[in-house]
């Protein structure tokens, strides 16, 4: 009875889908305030109507009901109360209903929240929201519908991948989804600008927050999904240049330039028609990974559909979602009026280099990961596009982004005396360049490009206090002073100064575990020692032992370091889970916070006592988890700015009657 109550939950939610669609767009292209003002209750109707289908689908798992295929599919009795509940979103059909919650969550969000909007520009962008619910809840119930009913029901279930089994991946996708969904709210805007003709600081201070917000949620995702990598799949990387990761990352990117750009919108009412087109573009990116991982055009744990059915219907929805959305662009992005003029050397310039750089590397990422499919699909054969071309194309781009952003913060709007900003950044210049030839000292020359980023990193950190420092005057005025000037700058600066600082730490550690990794692969008895990066790892043998729904291998390992000091016994897994009859590598990770131990164990030998077992040293590593989380900080401060708590205020003057307004 529960799953057809969310079942039929799922039905009336498509239906108001339609009418939070067609009722409010109407009525904000004929001026009809009453048509217009059923755009709230109807996305609050909606958010309602998915959380009870969501919270059906939910009970099905947490009682283990056997009736319903998509349980069968991925729970069983056995299974750990935390997997029961998070196997609701391990599948395809399950992950299509959060989709499409999140999507009402948004929807809600702005109704509820967006009082201060202007009447038709809400309706409209309630309106696009619902477009979108349509198109994905019709997607879910007429080819992934997650009630469907078995009969005879089996004694129990068929289990959750066992690599999904995790905690890292059980809060991923959530977080990721947050991030992909997020962005509609954007696209939504973008689509409502054009409608209405007109964008301007408003429309700009409107559509930040929920940006920002997307923003965070998405670093928070990859950061989630590339933590897993690292610690459960046991091969000692963090990203691999996977088709599925590349699909997360360049919403990310293109989202990073959308935050810039609409910077830019509000502060100098300029760039807008670029702001408007990074808006259709970001969610477009979200929709183009969606296709291509429930298409069946990869094969992947991410990978959750290989119906084409299912991939054809997506293909079909991205072609009038992007195809609609660029038209529309096309037609009335020439009658937005241009905006404020400004110098080459200004912070909007610089912030439209920092965009064209995003750009540009989304664009070689795209190219990437499209091409082997395209290939493939005019009949060239199958090729593959590793690490090796994105480390040669992407790197090289993100050198001198890094290298402006030092210099954004404190250039001033529309001209820029340059030689007062080098003076203000030659600190961080010589701490950069201090840190390049330590590096390569350290490292008896070592790699140049390594030394060279890891120079730059040092040079973005410190320089996003430098700002900080600049603008409150600090040990150029009394304390108090400064504490004053501190207590009064927005709060928004401190986020960026954050945001900025936690990329650098960020790069930090991506450098140095991909420059300085050590590896050792070796064959190892027990009571055997093995000498790794000035550690030595001794093997004491394997344990077998039980787990809650599977069985397994644990391996220890004492760990000194070289002056023969203790520091610590590590313990990996291998484990088999009986009912998918399937292996998983619990890594055993030992952080010494400037790098981390990491040791995997693998097969026995056939013949003997030896093990198969991996040691790396990971320099670095732990930056880049601190960074992210930096990063994310840096988002949330500035989101806690009452300026972007508040929003606009109200325009003096609300676009007019149903024809398209110019922009004033």
């Known amino acids: 009875m529960i799953p057809e109550l969310g079942h039929f939950a799922l039905i009336l939610a498509l239906l108001v889908a339609t009418v939070q669609t067609v009722v409010p767009l109407w009525g904000a292209q004929r001026g009809n305030a009453a048509w217009m003002a059923t755009a709230s209750p109807a996305a609050v109707a909606q958010l309602f109507l998915t959380a009870v289908s969501f919270a059906a689908l939910t009970y099905a798992y947490v009682v283990s009901d056997f009736t319903v295929v998509n349980v069968v599919a991925n729970s069983h009795s056995a299974k750990p109360m935390l997997y029961k509940i998070t196997g609701v979103w391990g599948n395809h059909e399950g992950s299509m209903l959060l989709w499409i919650l999140i999507l009402a969550v948004f929807g809600g969000a702005v109704a509820l929240f967006g009082g201060n909007l202007p009447p038709s520009l809400k309706a409209r962008v309630i309106g696009i929201q619902g477009l979108i619910g349509i198109g994905f809840i019709s997607f879910t119930l007429f080819t992934s519908n997650p009630f469907e009913r078995v009969f005879p029901p089996p004694l129990d279930g068929q289990d959750l991948n066992p690599l999904l089994q995790d905690p890292g991946l059980a809060f991923h996708p959530p977080m990721l989804y947050l991030g992909y969904v997020g962005f509609s709210i954007a696209f939504a805007f973008a689509i409502a600008a054009l409608l209405e003709g007109k964008v301007d600081a408003a429309w700009a201070r409107w559509v930040?927050?929920?940006?920002?917000?997307?923003?965070?949620?998405?670093?928070?995702?990859?950061?989630?999904?590339?933590?897993?990598?690292?610690?459960?799949?046991?091969?000692g990387g963090w990203w691999f240049w996977d088709p599925v990761e590349n699909v997360s990352f360049m919403p990310w990117l293109l989202g990073t330039a959308l935050l810039h750009s609409a910077v830019v919108v509000e502060k100098r009412d300029a760039l807008k028609v670029w702001t408007i087109l990074l808006a259709i573009l970001t969610f477009s990116l979200s929709l183009l990974g969606t296709f291509i991982v429930r298409s069946g055009l990869l094969t992947s744990v991410h990978a959750f559909a290989s119906d084409p059915e299912r991939g054809l219907y997506i293909l079909m929805m991205l072609i009038i979602v992007i195809g609609g959305s660029l038209t529309l662009f096309a037609i009335r992005a020439p009658t937005l009026k241009p905006g404020g003029l400004f110098a080459?050397?200004?912070?909007?310039?610089?912030?439209?280099?920092?965009?064209?750089?995003?750009?540009?590397?989304?664009?070689?990422?795209?190219?990437?990961?499209?091409?082997?499919?395209?290939?493939?699909?005019?009949?060239?054969?199958?090729?593959?596009?590793?690490?090796?071309?994105?480390?040669?194309?992407?790197?090289?781009l993100m050198l001198p982004l890094v290298f402006v952003m030092g210099f954004g913060p404190m250039m001033a709007w529309k001209r820029t005396d340059?030689?007062?900003?080098?003076?203000?950044?030659k600190v961080a210049a010589v701490v950069a360049l201090a840190v390049g030839l330590i590096t390569l000292y350290l490292q008896s020359g070592g790699p140049l490009l390594a030394a060279l980023a890891l120079g730059l990193a040092a040079w973005l950190f410190v320089a996003a206090f430098t700002d900080l420092a600049a603008k409150t005057k600090l040990f150029r005025a009394p304390f108090a002073d400064s504490w004053s000037r501190a207590r009064g700058l927005p709060r928004s600066q401190y986020g960026t100064a954050l945001a900025h600082s936690g990329l650098a730490i960020a790069i930090a550690g991506m450098v140095g575990s991909t420059a300085w990794k050590v590896e050792s692969i070796t064959v190892m008895q027990p009571g055997e020692t093995k000498d790794v990066a000035g550690y030595s790892f001794t093997f004491e043998g394997v344990e077998r032992l039980p787990g809650p729904n599977f069985l397994s291998e644990t391996a220890s390992f004492t760990v000194r370091d070289g002056d023969g000091a203790f520091v610590a016994v590590m313990t990996p897994e291998k484990r088999i889970y009986p009912v998918a009859n399937m292996p998983t590598t619990e890594a055993a990770i030992h952080t010494r916070w400037l790098a981390d131990l990491y040791a995997v164990i693998g097969d026995k030998e056939e013949q003997g006592e030896g093990w198969t077992v991996r040691i790396y040293y990971e320099p670095l590593v732990p930056f880049l988890w601190l960074g992210s989380l930096v990063m994310m900080l840096g988002g949330i401060v500035s989101l806690s700015d009452r300026r972007l708590r508040v929003g606009a205020p109200r325009r003096t003057r609300a676009p007019a009657g149903p024809a398209m307004q110019p922009a004033e």
């Open 208 to 235: 930040r927050p929920w940006t920002l917000a997307a923003w965070v949620f998405l670093t928070g995702g990859i950061a989630l999904g590339s933590w897993w990598a690292y610690y459960e799949l046991g091969w």
């Open 344 to 396: 080459p050397i200004s912070r909007e310039g610089g912030l439209v280099m920092n965009n064209l750089l995003l750009a540009t590397a989304t664009a070689t990422i795209l190219i990437g990961t499209l091409y082997p499919l395209i290939l493939d699909a005019v009949g060239g054969g199958l090729v593959t596009v590793g690490p090796p071309f994105f480390n040669m194309t992407f790197v090289p």
């Open 418 to 425: 340059m030689s007062g900003v080098l003076s203000r950044l």
